[in-house]
Nanobody, 122 residues
Framework: QVQLVESGGGLVQPGGSLRLSCAASGSIFRINAMGWYRQAPGKQRELVATITGGGSTNYADSVKGRFTISRDNIKNTVYLQMDSLKPEDTAVYYC????????????????WGLGTQVTVSS
């Protein structure tokens, strides 16, 4: 079974920083991309940042210049460094992976972590 486990969420003051981690484990043949999404109460889940296995990144406009996504392909881990945090960043952050499980050929599937709470408040 493939599993994604997030860590690093918490409470931080505006202007502060947090670093989220997400480790993918299980029978994984190839990870095409990993990323972070977030969802605030009463709002739609939105993309925050993604990164491919080759290192190409994509960011939501609202976090460009403040957040940095990175990955360790050996550890199958993706990170989200969040700096200059704003109250608007408060949400549950979910890790996502588009990957090919072992034995599936090249057929990919998407997996989600359970989420980690990030709260930015004075």
């Amino acid at each position: 079974q493939v599993q994604l486990v997030e860590s690093g969420g918490g409470l931080v003051q505006p202007g502060g920083s947090l670093r989220l981690s997400c480790a993918a484990s299980g029978s994984i043949f190839r990870i095409n991309a990993m990323g972070w999404y977030r969802q605030a109460p009463g709002k739609q889940r939105e993309l925050v940042a993604t990164i491919t296995g080759g290192g190409s990144t994509n960011y939501a406009d609202s976090v460009k210049g403040r957040f940095t996504i990175s990955r360790d392909n050996i550890k199958n881990t993706v990170y989200l460094q969040m700096d200059s945090l704003k109250p608007e960043d408060t949400a549950v952050y979910y890790c996502n992976a588009d990957l090919v499980p072992t034995g599936w050929g090249h057929r990919a599937n998407q997996y989600w972590g359970l989420g980690t709470q990030v709260t930015v408040s004075s």
